[in-house]
């Protein structure tokens, strides 16, 4: 993954972890924080 689509991924986690929860955020969240922990992102 490069530069640029880590930063991505990293901001779309902090922008999901402030919004309002519910099922979809919740997903997504959870899909993007597995994909993070794959690509070996701390």
């Known amino acids: 993954m490069d530069t640029r689509s880590r930063t991505k991924l990293l901001k ?7 919004a309002e929860p519910n099922e979809t955020i919740i997903k997504s969240l959870n ?10 992102i701390e």
């Open 31 to 40: 899909l993007l924080e597995e994909i993070k922990e794959l690509e070996g």
């Open 12 to 18: 779309a986690i902090e922008l999901l972890k402030t």
